[in-house]
């Protein structure tokens, strides 16, 4: 079992920048490949960041490179999406996700099978 627990939204002007946490609990934290994903209002929730358990291979989605690194701290148990150069279509519940049973990052949220709860970013323009 794994338990996410995201931190760090809030409401920024474009162009700004915030750091999402994602803190985990349960052993098999370190072994486990996560995710980032968000959802816009009335849309699907979409990929836009992956890294491995060891943190040697990141994937990104399109609209996400060149402005957002994803890291992890394994001592900390700790993901991060530091989001810089903020656009309003960055807006949406930002969700981290994660599953022990993955070593190699993946793009697709049917991959997970353990969410967080989602914190808001709100980019204001």
């Known amino acids: 079992q794994v338990q996410l627990v995201e931190s760090g939204g809030g409401l920024v002007q474009a162009g700004g920048s915030l750091r999402l946490s994602c803190a985990a609990s349960?052993?098999?934290?370190?072994?486990?490949?996560m995710g980032w994903f968000r959802q816009a209002p009335g849309k699907e929730r979409e990929f836009v960041a992956a890294?491995?358990?060891?943190?040697?291979?990141?994937y990104y989605a399109d609209s996400a490179k060149g402005r957002f690194t994803i890291s992890r701290d394994n001592a900390k148990n700790t993901v991060y999406l530091q989001m810089n150069s903020l656009k309003p279509e960055d807006t949406g519940v930002y969700y981290c996700?994660?599953?022990?049973?993955?070593?190699?990052?993946?793009?697709?949220?049917?991959?997970?099978?353990?969410w967080g709860q989602g914190t808001q970013v709100t980019v204001s323009s």
């Open positions: 349960g052993r098999t934290f370190s072994v486990s490949a």
């Open positions: 890294i491995s358990w060891s943190g040697s291979t990141t």
């Open positions: 996700a994660a599953d022990p049973r993955l070593t190699v990052p993946r793009r697709s949220e049917y991959e997970y099978d353990y």
